[in-house]
Structures are given as C-alpha cells and as structure tokens.
C-alpha cells in the first residue's frame, strides 16, 4: 500500500535584507525632526530583529507623495529592489509610502515580480499575506482621499488670504524679503529696474536696453545674461509700483501639482493697489504699460506713438496705424507709415503720413517750451498734451496748462495731403480686394473695412 506524506514549505530562513523609507512632504524644522524621528525607529526596530538585516535608509524631503517623479531616493531604492539588493520595505504608513492609488498599486505589483514585499506600521500591513493587496488598495484610497482633503483645505486658506489681500512671499529682482516683512527694496536692483523702466518709456526698444546692460556688465534678475524676457516681464510686473494681484496662478490638482497660469480668470484674482514700498513712480509705470500695448504687434500693427490721441476729422472715428513701406513721399520710401480713418465704422476719407504729423507735433512742442525733440515719443505728448485735432492742412493742440497751438502742416504735393492720399490709398485697397493686385503685405491697414473707393 502507498504512502503519501505531505511535503511542507521549507521555512527561508536567510537574514531579510531590509530597507526603510522615510518621507515628509515639508522642509521646515518640525517635518525634518519629524524625518529624523522615523529614521531613528527603524535602525531600533531592526536592531530589535534577529533576522533582519537594515541595508539602507532611503529618505526624501520636501516632497509630496502624490507624485513619484521628483522622489530621488524613492526611486532610488526601486532600482535597488530591482538589482535584487532589498527583500523587504518597511515604512511608516502607506500615505508615506504613496498617496496616488494609481502609483501605489503599480509599484506594490512591480516589487512583488522581484519578490519584495512591503509593511506598513501603522497600518500593520504586510504584503506577504495573500489578503495585503485588497487591504493595500483600500488604504492607498483612503491615503490618496486624505490628500485630496488636505490640499482642499490649504487652497481654501490660500484664497481667503488672497480675499483679505495678504501678499505671498515670490523672489523678484529689486526686493528681498525677512520673516516679518515682504517685499524690501533692494537699492543697487532698484537702480537697475528704474533706469530700464526709464529708457522703455522714452521710447528705447528692449533689446536695446539689455544690449547696453550687457555691455556694461550689469546683474541681470537671473541667469549669467540679460534676455529680452526678462525685460518684458520687468516692464509688466506691476509688483515695481508697489501693487500686487494675486491668484496669477493656481495648482491644477492634488495629484499632478501642475502649476496653471490663471489668464482666462478660472479663479477669481485679487488686485492690492499698494501692498508694499514702491521702486518705479506710478506716473512712469502706467506710461510704460500704455507703450507696451501700443508696440505689442501680435495682434496688428504697432500704435506707438499715438495711440488712441488722433481721430478723424470728418466722422470723429479713432485713427489707426498701418505700414506705408512701399509707398513713397517726394521720391523716397515712407519709414514711419501712416495713420487712417480705418478702425471699425471709419470714414476712410482721412489718411495723414506719420513723417508730416511728426514734423508739425515737433514744431508745437519746439514754439512752446524752446526744445527741439529728435522724434515723437509718447511720453511728452503724454505730460503735455490734452488733445491733438487733425485738419487737413493743419494741428490744433491743446496743452494741458490749457493752451492752445496751432501748427500748419507743410505737403510737397497736394496729392499726400490726408482727404487726397487717402483716395489714392482706397483704390490701392480695392485693387487687393479684387484680386487685381495680390496682398502681399500683413495686418494691411483698412483691408478688412468695407471702405467706398
């Protein structure tokens, strides 16, 4: 008669290798006291194992556990596990292990390939039991829900402070910031952000600027060299004249921490008019922002140095600004373009060459306070000009000390008068609209206005 006799496991009874985790989601003293106190257990609850051997100690700081892609020493230790170094993780819980549900599970399966088991302290979860990972499931839930309301919680706090217009500590370039106080002038910088302030709003373009800043050496707000970025945003920021607007951006959610930047207004934004000590004059800072409109040509054709000061004469509609490359004054080629009665609604019956308004708003400025400028800019017209009437013939200003100058506009032919060139100008247009010429030009001014030639 047969035997069967049954055959039992072989109990392994080699020494665990054994790693710890550790992780806080904080720099700050109490959560790195925190790291210390987690770490400190572990090398004692090994100690207290005769069958565990503690081969390293993996800790991050400052890092949230809803994400695993900045977690070096998490990441670390997987490739540890998978070059058959570690037999068993030990962590404190399973939110310090992970608390994307997602991430955990795909990790747990990812070990378990390479015969690494997990356990969880608080939890008391060992994922050697053959019951772990439906208990593993939950609690990663739990873990990662737990997250969720976390972070709904500090963003509720964030928003109310951002109600009640408490400024957020940012580095920018002119201020430095204290424990108690945010936003303290740092002079040398300063001088720096006024001078750029200064040369933009008399009309130097910005890659001049930067170019003159490197040339002498001067700290740029970051980098080893001066970009045309960096002197767009400073221009922008309206963090020079003192004020701030919060909630430019946001965190998509608690799970990517991707940084959304708030331009469609998804979250409402707080704008504090003098939060903190001011590096550019006010005056100075609201020029630059009109200037920086005006050149701003992604949308159609540069505005500066006029802006929305000339309108027509015949039906009051505001003036706008086009190219005239190609066209000629006198037998040379117009540099500085035109402005024509073509915005929405415009008459199109007026179309004055900038190089003839020019001379004439020089010629003002010159009578009335004996200075001759070399160029319009917007920032004179700006400090002393109330209005500018356009004729056809002639300029009426009227100066803000109440004055009034009238100037006469000198043509070398009839025909680039404003009422004659604008003719010549429509039937230009009605050529391209027909087909009869081809467009080759871009953001042509008055194309799209159904202008009577």
């Not at 356990?119 to 829900?145: G, P, R």
């Not at 952000?193 to 040369?199: A, C, G, Y």
């Not at 004249?241 to 998509?252: A, C, N, R």
């Not at 100037?407 to 009422?419: D, H, I, L, N, Q």
Request: aromatic share 10%; glycine share 6%.
């Amino acid at each position: 008669m047969s035997t069967v006799t049954r055959i039992e496991k072989q109990q392994d009874v080699r020494r665990k290798r054994v790693a710890a985790y550790c992780r806080v989601s904080t720099d700050k003293d109490a959560q790195l006291e925190s790291l210390e106190n987690q770490m400190e257990a572990f090398r004692f609850r090994a100690a207290q194992r005769g069958d565990w051997d503690l081969v390293s100690i993996y800790a991050d700081e400052g890092l949230s556990g809803t994400s695993m892609k900045h977690r070096v020493k998490f990441l670390e230790m997987i490739e540890d596990c998978k070059a058959g170094l570690i037999d068993y993780i030990i962590t404190k819980s399973v939110s310090r292990f992970a608390r994307n549900t997602v991430d955990a599970l795909k990790t747990y399966r990812e070990l378990k390939k390479y015969g690494v088991h997990l356990f969880f302290e608080k939890e008391n979860i060992d994922t050697a039991d053959s019951l772990s990972e439906m208990v593993f499931t939950i609690m990663c839930s739990f873990a990662q829900e737990e997250s969720r309301s976390i972070s709904e919680n500090v963003k509720w706090g964030i928003r109310k402070r951002f109600e009640a217009g408490h400024e957020v500590k940012v580095p920018l370039y002119g201020f430095y910031h204290t424990d108690d106080e945010l936003f303290l002038i740092q002079e040398d910088e300063a001088a720096v952000v006024r001078e750029v302030f200064e040369r933009f709003v008399h009309g130097e373009m910005p890659q001049s600027i930067l170019a003159d800043m490197t040339a002498r050496g001067v700290k740029p707000p970051a980098g080893s060299s001066w970009k045309r970025l960096q002197i767009d945003r400073m221009i922008k920021n309206e963090k020079y004249v003192g004020d701030v607007i919060l909630q430019k951006t946001y965190i998509e959610d608690h799970l990517t921490h991707k940084q959304i930047r708030n331009t469609n207004d998804d979250l409402p934004k707080f704008y504090v008019k003098d939060a903190h000590a001011a590096i550019v004059d006010r005056h100075i800072f609201d020029q630059a922002q009109t200037i920086r409109v005006m050149r701003d040509v992604r949308n159609g054709n540069s505005s500066y140095p006029y802006g929305e000061m000339l309108r027509c004469p015949h039906c009051g509609k505001p003036l706008v600004h086009g190219s005239l490359n190609n066209f000629y004054y006198d037998g040379e080629k117009i540099q500085n373009g035109g402005w024509g009665c073509y915005s929405e609604g415009g008459c199109g019956d007026y179309l004055i060459i900038q190089n003839n308004l020019d001379e004439a708003m020089i010629e003002a400025y010159a009578e009335k306070f004996g200075e001759r400028k070399e160029r319009v800019d917007y920032y004179w017209l700006d400090d002393s000009m109330e209005s500018i009437e356009l004729g056809e013939n002639k300029v009426t200003i009227h100066w803000r000390d109440e004055d009034t100058s009238v100037v006469e506009m000198g043509f070398a032919e009839k025909r680039y008068e404003p009422s004659s060139y604008s003719d010549f100008y429509n039937a230009f247009l009605e050529r391209i609209r027909t087909g009869e010429k081809a467009n080759k030009y871009k953001n042509l001014m008055g194309l799209e206005q159904l202008v009577e030639a």
